[in-house]
């Protein structure tokens, strides 16, 4: 392994830990501040954000960083449809977002004084 694929592993290993480790330390804050229904609807949220994070990087972007001369062309299609995907996954999302309210039963009249 030379150097530059060390820097670029030792980089990526510091962007991994610093993510999971701040999520790690948010969540049992949360879980410490927060009632067990109120936490179990912050999870769902985020179960909700998460898979649309995984459906919203499909790995265009992957492949413009790994092609060794992107056009314009290929900057334009992969910026147009991140735009389109993002537009059609927060439609998908509000419009099921009664129906989601509905099956797991929650109301926001109760976290209300």
Same mark, same amino acid.
């Given at each position: 392994m030379n150097i530059r694929e060390f820097k670029a592993f030792f980089w990526s290993f510091i962007d991994g830990v610093g993510s999971q480790g701040s999520?790690?330390?948010?969540?049992?804050?949360?879980?410490?501040?927060?009632?067990?229904?109120? =936490?179990?609807?912050?999870?769902?949220?985020?179960?909700?954000?998460?898979?649309?994070?995984?459906?919203?990087?499909?790995?265009?972007?992957?492949?413009?960083?790994?092609?060794?001369?992107?056009?314009?062309?290929? =900057?334009?299609?992969? =910026?147009? =449809?991140n735009i389109t995907l993002g537009i059609s996954l927060y439609a998908i999302i509000f419009c099921t977002s009664g129906f989601l309210a509905h099956f797991f039963k929650f109301t926001s009249s109760r976290n209300l004084p």
């Amino acid at each position: 392994m030379n150097i530059r694929e060390f820097k670029a592993f030792f980089w990526s290993f510091i962007d991994g830990v610093g993510s999971q480790g701040s999520q790690l330390v948010i969540t049992i804050l949360l879980a410490r501040l927060l009632t067990p229904a109120d =936490f179990g609807v912050i999870g769902l949220i985020s179960v909700v954000v998460y898979l649309s994070n995984v459906i919203g990087n499909g790995g265009l972007n992957n492949s413009l960083i790994r092609k060794l001369k992107p056009s314009v062309d290929d =900057f334009t299609s992969v =910026f147009i =449809f991140n735009i389109t995907l993002g537009i059609s996954l927060y439609a998908i999302i509000f419009c099921t977002s009664g129906f989601l309210a509905h099956f797991f039963k929650f109301t926001s009249s109760r976290n209300l004084p």
